[in-house]
């Protein structure tokens, strides 16, 4: 039987190709020239009026203190080991050439290098831990903060390696070993878990500020909104340098530092 | 058939092996009622957060619920079907009248053979000091 058609093979092969064309490349010139704008990509900072951060002012900061780190791993049964292989950190204090390796420390007082600077989880608005987590494990909460569910990691660990900051510590042991006192508002965790600072996220809700802010007795941490142009920590920023670590890399820490 | 005695008592035997652990269970009815009753302490009072039946079938359920929600949507207050407000909370709502975790849980999880992995991070009853297992439970009406 043969076909009487005016299309033939050919000519239809054509056909098709013009219009996978326009269909494929239409769209994408549609979205070139229709508008002037990029696409926005963080849909929740629409959504969302809060985004809390932290100011640390490091000329405050005692280098001896341990007031914020005390009360905070005791209020979140965090456990501490002899061993630095298995510790487990929420906040805590590190060298300043480790919070800022970008620095030109070779010009610097080696004392200045060495002088130990507190560090948390940057509850960053890019973060990379949520991206890697293959559980959603780790998430980012409306208000900003990055929160984990310990119900679901499965101690992959991907996240220790996606976070520019160490701000995650790995669960090798039962942490109820570590600790000699249980705190029983707070639930400890298993062992096989990553854990981290939630920025109090069981306690800000009331709008009292998180634990290491209120015990810092030389107001060296400013807990705000950073989205509401009128809070104090907004305010700090506003009006001095302010660093953030390794604010190339384009995480876009919450955790602000003045120096 | 060659060896029918032998064959057929080798058959019999096999089939009282294979039904054992269905007699064995027929035998042991009477522990079975850990399961229907479950030890509820005196103070822990007539009605759970919902009625007795939705409990015994769905509590499994109901804490998943309330786990996600607390965690990931950060709301922490439960309305039962009869507009009470309660904290979701598993060591303070629940334990707060389920104090006697051992017999309450742990009886029927055993002989369910599921494994209750909540206390590897929640603290037990004994764990909490006696301030925080008073305190916490709230139990009030939506009008207050």
Known sequence: MKFDNKVNRKEFLKLTGIAALIGVGGKTGFSLYASGQEPETDSDENKNKIRYGLLIDTKKCPPDCTDCSDICHSKHNVPSYKSKKIEIKWIWKEPAKHLFPENNWDLKPVAAKNVPLLTVCNHCKNP??????????????????????????????????????GSR??????PRKGLTELNPDYPTRTTGVVEKCNLCAEKIGDGSSPYCVEKCSKGAIIFGNLNDPESE???AIEQDHVLRRKAELGTEPSVFYKV | MYNKTKVSIGILLFLCLASLPFWHSLMQDGEDSAIKNPVILATAGETCVEDRAFMRSNHMVLLHQWRDEVVRENKREYTNSHGELFQKSLSKTCLGCHSNKKEFCETCHAQASVKVTCFDCHLQPEQMTEKNRQEPYFHKSRGN
């Open chain 1, 128 to 165: 990379p831990c949520v991206r890697v987590c293959p559980t959603q494990a780790t998430f980012k909460r409306d208000d900003g903060i990055i929160m984990m569910d310990y119900h679901r990691c499965i101690g992959c660990r991907f996240c220790m390696a996606g976070c520019p900051y």
């Open chain 1, 169 to 174: 510590s790995f669960n090798y042991k039962d």
């Open chain 1, 233 to 235: 920590i907004r305010k």
